[in-house]
T-cell receptor
Framework: DAKTTQPNSMESNEEEPVHLPCNHS???????IHWYRQLPSQGPEYVIH???SNVNNRMASLAIAEDRKSSTLILHRATLRDAAVYYC????????????FGQGTILTVHP | NAGVTQTPKFQVLKTGQSMTLQCAQD?????MYWYRQDPGMGLRLIYY???????DKGEVPNGYNVSRLNKREFSLRLESAAPSQTSVYFC?????????????FGPGTRLLVL
């Protein structure tokens, strides 16, 4: 299974944009790129996912490199409620959706 | 809708004891999953069920068994608990149209094996 690599931690100030990177150099052509976040003592929560094109939703944007070997989750204006562990994960399109998670990035948001 | 529910929320076992973690979803999803989360390790897939009546091993299946009781319920059993199975266990479900849909996670079961 393809692996993902993320920085251990990042910091941001409130109301500033945050760019969370993820490397997935061994990604296959059918792997979807997913992002989840996890608040303390809760289960992971879906943020966004994509295959090749950049994606936007009400929570965030996902920028996917042209060669698909990396991606960036963009939070346009960080709030204190965005402080969480953010996981980049891959899910094969033909593998029953099994997610392979990275180690996660701890995002700290300063007021 | 309750989404994905898990019981119990917290459990303490002694080495060698057995227990079953319960998971249920009310979203009519086809696929269900069990993950474990250890500090610094992210989430790792233990077992999954692509549809009612089928189960398959994930990355770390040793020491566990699963049962897909019906479309709603997917249980995880530890036959003889070991301290290495101390972890937080998450159940998840997914509709599955083969389009990379998201998984929905339960709140987790914290298990301590002494």
């Amino acid at each position: 299974d393809a692996k993902t690599t993320q920085p251990n931690s990042m910091e941001s100030n409130e109301e500033e944009p945050v760019h969370l990177p993820c490397n997935h150099s061994t990604i296959s052509g059918t792997d979807y790129i997913h992002w989840y976040r996890q608040l303390p003592s809760q289960g992971p929560e879906y943020v966004i996912h994509g295959l090749t094109s950049n994606v936007n939703n009400r929570m965030a944007s996902l920028a996917i490199a042209e060669d698909r070997k990396s991606s960036t989750l963009i939070l346009h204006r960080a709030t204190l409620r965005d402080a969480a562990v953010y996981y980049c994960a891959l899910a094969g399109g033909t593998s029953y959706g099994k997610l392979t998670f990275g180690q996660g990035t701890i995002l700290t948001v300063h007021p | 809708n309750a989404g994905v529910t898990q019981t119990p929320k917290f459990q303490v076992l002694k080495t060698g004891q057995s227990m079953t973690l319960q998971c249920a979803q009310d979203m009519n999803h086809n696929s269900m999953y069990w993950y474990r989360q250890d500090p610094g390790m992210g989430l790792r897939l233990i077992y999954y069920s692509a549809s009612e009546g089928t189960t398959d091993k994930g990355e770390v299946p040793n020491g566990y068994n699963v049962s897909r009781l019906n479309k709603r319920e997917f249980s995880l059993r530890l036959e003889s608990a070991a301290p290495s199975q101390t972890s937080v266990y998450f159940c998840a479900s997914r509709w599955d149209r083969g389009l990379g849909e998201t998984q929905y996670f339960g709140p987790g079961t914290r298990l301590l094996v002494l």
